[in-house]
């Protein structure tokens, strides 16, 4: 059985780089790894996403509607954008950063009564879909980390801390070293345990975690 | 991209991405020239060849257009130097004129195109359908499903180029651009780059009359050696079913990895025959009769429009004309959009009668949870220049509107596109590369309106230029806007002849938009900083009223090349910030900017986000009351000037740094 990762955020949060980490990683453990990565249009601002499925029967590059194992988003209200690409009851791992579209913003300043769509219009919706999510406060611990633009490897941390997830996190770590920019490899290898350590903290109770 | 997986000596494996594997492909079968204009979803060729020219011996041009890149790599190629070149199918409409002819006259060393279809149109203006350039041109055509596959192809179409001296397209789609997976390394053998000597070589590539109706006999017969020799390819391969006179499948590039998908999620894996056909022209019209022969259907599983169907169809009116064929004309497919495994489980599903699991339902519940969550259109990056020029000629534009004169605004292919989605919506056309200008010189005739036309710095040498010395000598009035940012941004800030650096970081002589269009005998040209809002108005009301061409150039580097110049010269971005005892709520600094960095608190003011923040100085510009600032800074507005002209001991700063890993 393969495992799909959907993972999706705002360009510029560097979904290309932890898509790279985890297929890295994948190879160093001995498995078949496949993405599809969209970022056309989206140099800075725009919505971007990847599929990533690892197993020896994940054929396409796509994942097919509603098999996702995993959810990531690096944005808020991109979670909600591709949640039919999740798994009904699946993991939802989601950042509480919200970055607002200047379309919404927009919007506000034609009619003032109007309001934003928040992190909780996001989370209660996808409750509705899945009962499993998490949210993680991924730029706090990327500030912490030293670098605000780790983000993406809070994010690698999360995943590793997943029980389904077939990376042993030496691996994974491994592979950030070999990825990231030579300058910003503590700072990230900082982030990803940060990562870690929120996972357990916000998973543990869906009993999804390692240990 | 992590470049040591590209150039590493050794055999093993690498976890890349397909364009990533194209390149060493090329590099593994010693590719000598390579040439390009960037465009998505190749634009990462282009990239790894420019960041791994260090490492080995080729000659790599970055072209002002597809068709000049072409001629790069066939001028080398007729002196027996293996090259490769890379395009957007769009882009194969600039250089077919030349792949056309190349049909005819032959190559020497090995030729490969990789062109990329982009189904969906995901990043391009229309889902054209490239593959109908090989029937076309007569030249043969591969098309890989996976990365791995893809570096294969690319190695073994140097080796088919060489032995039937013609050029060979590998075609791709996005979804096989932008696919990374598993690659098998194979070994680096590279020979030492040396001239040849011409009169040693000597040989005729030329067709025209007599000569092309000789050559194109000789394009007959090559055809058939193709198709002879495809026969037996290694990239089509048969997935044997359990017999019996049921229903099999033909398919080629991503499509096929769907049908794996869609035939393992119905439990038909192994029990269903399929044919993968990597040789799509000429197609191997014995192997394909032999797969259908027997069958009692063939479903066609292709992206587009139904190339490989029609093909089948035609051979199974003699190998099986009972046969029923199931794709697009059957209605079981669409010729609109990209295909994916659900599209393609349901089609395959239909055929056979079979159920499947329908995703509706799963689709019907998202799309209620997503009413009225806010759509994300792509915009232009904080910092960006556009977004100073476009604030200016709004005012412009307004003014213009309101003396009652009206305009028609005509965009083009580039970053500056992005005008046209909300919130700013603007643009009466957009079409192709340096359409723009070539519509006002026909519109400015037969409208009243004031006709106003973008085009961006790339787009200009590419294929702008002969439409402005067209306004020149026939003196259409129109006002032509070039937004200069210094490289060509949309793909990824590849330098272009605006740019002081070529492929590799090496220099390159510029080649100064003004000093063109005057040369040309434009008598109106001015040349402003983008982000000077205030004092560009003016200046851009000055253009729309011309008597003549008006042509302004506005200049200032995209933010994204921009920043990375910035982190290796060790300068830190410096966000701004809103000064909330000052602010009054007009929000001058979100209408006519609306910078991704801006939002409005929960008090109803605005709000810099730090994080996303460019400095760039645009929305202080536009505030009345002085209330943003740069953060730490206490002062004013901001009134900086153009950081074009930089000293020389910066510009050996940052050739140190080119080396570093992104």
Same mark, same amino acid.
């Given at each position: ?211 | ?33 390579v040439?390009f ?9 282009l990239d790894t060849f420019s960041e791994a020219l ?6 790599m041009?970055i ?125 680096? +053998? ?80 192994? +029990? ?222 590849q330098p ?6 070529t492929a590799g970081w090496r ?156």
């Amino acid at each position: 059985m393969s495992f799909n990762i959907f993972i999706c955020g705002v360009g510029g949060q560097g979904l290309v780089l932890l898509t790279n980490v985890l297929g890295r990683a994948c190879l160093k453990s001995g498995f078949k790894a496949i993405t599809g990565e969209m970022y056309g249009l989206s140099q800075r601002s725009g919505s971007v996403s990847v599929h990533m499925r690892i197993g020896d029967d994940a054929y396409s590059p796509l994942i097919p509607v509603g098999e996702g194992n995993v959810l990531v988003a690096l944005e808020a209200i991109e979670a909600l954008r591709y949640i039919e690409y999740l798994k009904k009851g699946g993991l939802a791992l989601v950042n509480r950063r919200v970055m607002h579209p200047p379309v919404e913003t927009a919007g506000l300043v034609r009619d003032r009564s109007r309001k934003y769509f928040s992190l909780e219009d996001v989370v209660s919706r996808l409750r509705r879909y899945t009962g499993r999510v998490a949210v993680i406060d991924a730029l706090a611990a990327a500030k912490e980390a030293g670098n605000p633009n780790t983000e993406n490897t809070v994010f690698l941390g999360c995943l590793s801390a997943l029980r389904e997830l077939p990376l042993d996190p030496e691996k994974v770590r491994e592979a950030i070293a070999e990825a990231v920019p030579e300058r910003t490899v503590d700072q990230n290898l900082r982030a990803f345990e940060l990562g870690r350590a929120a996972a357990k903290e916000a998973l543990c109770g869906f009993g999804v975690c390692r240990d | 991209m992590v470049l040591k997986d590209v150039i590493s000596g050794g055999k093993g494996q690498a976890f890349m991405l397909c364009n990533e594997a194209i390149v060493r492909g090329a590099i593994e079968a010693d590719v000598k020239v390579v040439a390009f204009y960037p465009g998505a979803p190749t634009s990462e060729i282009l990239d790894t060849f420019s960041e791994a020219l260090g490492s080995f011996d080729y000659h790599m041009q970055i072209a002002t257009n597809e068709k000049v890149a072409l001629e790069i790599c066939a001028g080398a190629s007729f002196a027996g130097f293996r090259s490769l070149t890379a395009m957007k199918s769009v882009g194969m409409n600039v250089a077919s004129d030349t792949l056309f002819v190349l049909g005819y006259t032959g190559v020497r060393g090995g030729l490969v195109v990789v062109m990329a279809d982009d189904p969906h149109a995901h990043s391009s203006q229309s889902e054209q359908d490239g593959r109908f350039f090989a029937p076309n041109a007569y030249v043969p055509m591969l098309e890989p499903s996976t990365a791995q596959e893809a570096k294969e192809m690319v190695k073994e179409a140097f080796a088919i180029s060489e032995r039937h001296r013609v050029p060979v397209i590998v075609r791709t789609v996005t979804r096989v651009n932008h696919q990374s997976g598993v690659v098998e390394l194979g070994e680096i +053998r590279r020979g030492k780059f040396e001239r040849a000597r011409w009169r040693d070589l000597k040989e005729e590539y030329l067709t025209l009359g007599e000569v092309a109706r000789r050559k194109k006999v000789r394009m007959l017969e090559r055809r058939a050696e193709l198709e002879k020799e495809f026969e037996g390819s290694a990239f089509n391969s048969v997935l044997r079913g359990e017999g019996g006179a049921g229903t099999g499948i033909v398919t080629s590039s991503v499509s096929y990895l769907y049908v794996l998908e869609a035939l393992k999620s119905l439990g038909l894996l192994g +029990r269903v025959p399929v044919l993968k056909l990597g040789t799509t022209y000429p197609v191997p019209r014995r192997l394909v009769a032999d797969f259908i022969r027997g069958l009692k259907g063939v479903i066609v599983v292709e992206e587009l429009s139904p190339y490989l169907e029609n093909e089948v169809a035609a051979i199974a009116k003699d190998a099986n004309p009972a046969a029923g064929i199931f794709g697009k004309r059957s209605g079981h497919f669409s010729e609109a959009w990209e295909l994916n495994p659900d599209l393609v489980s349901e089609g395959i599903a239909s055929v056979l009668g079979l159920e499947h699991r329908d995703k509706k339902v799963i689709v019907e519940e998202a799309r209620a949870l997503k009413e009225g969550m806010p759509d994300r259109y792509p915009t232009f990056c904080p910092g960006c220049p556009h977004r100073g020029t476009f604030a200016a000629l709004s005012q412009a534009l307004r003014a213009l509107s309101a003396s009652g004169k009206g305009y028609y605004f005509a965009n083009d292919i580039g970053c500056y596109s992005m005008w046209v989605f909300p919130p700013i919506s603007k643009a009466d056309s957009s079409l192709c590369m340096g359409a723009s200008v070539g519509i006002a010189n026909g519109l400015s005739n037969v409208i009243e309106e004031r006709v106003v036309a973008v085009v961006g710095d790339s787009t200009f040498y590419h294929a702008a230029l002969p439409a402005i010395l067209n306004a020149v000598h026939n003196r259409n009035k129109f006002t032509l806007f070039i937004l200069d940012n210094s490289v060509t941004a949309m793909t990824g800030q590849q330098p272009n002849l605006s740019t002081e650096y070529t492929a590799g970081w090496r220099e390159g002589k510029r080649v100064p938009i003004e000093d063109v269009c005057r040369a040309a005998g434009a008598e109106f040209v001015e040349v402003v900083d983008s982000y000077s809002v205030k004092e560009n108005v003016p200046v851009f009301r000055r253009a729309l009223e011309y008597e003549g061409l008006a042509v302004v150039v506005s200049r200032r580097e995209c933010a994204l090349y921009g920043d990375r110049r910035k982190r290796r010269r060790g300068e830190k971005i410096t966000p701004f910030e809103v000064d909330k005892s000052v602010c009054r709520r007009p929000y001058a600094c979100i209408r006519d900017v609306y910078c991704p960095a801006h939002e409005i608190d929960g008090d109803g003011q605005p709000r810099i986000s730090p994080e996303l923040c460019d400095g760039c100085s645009v929305c202080s510009r536009m505030c009345a009351f002085g209330s943003i600032r740069r953060a730490g800074a206490g002062t004013g507005n901001e009134n900086g000037t153009g950081n074009h002209k930089r000293d020389d001991k910066e510009k050996e700063k940052e050739k140190e740094g080119a080396g570093e890993r992104r």
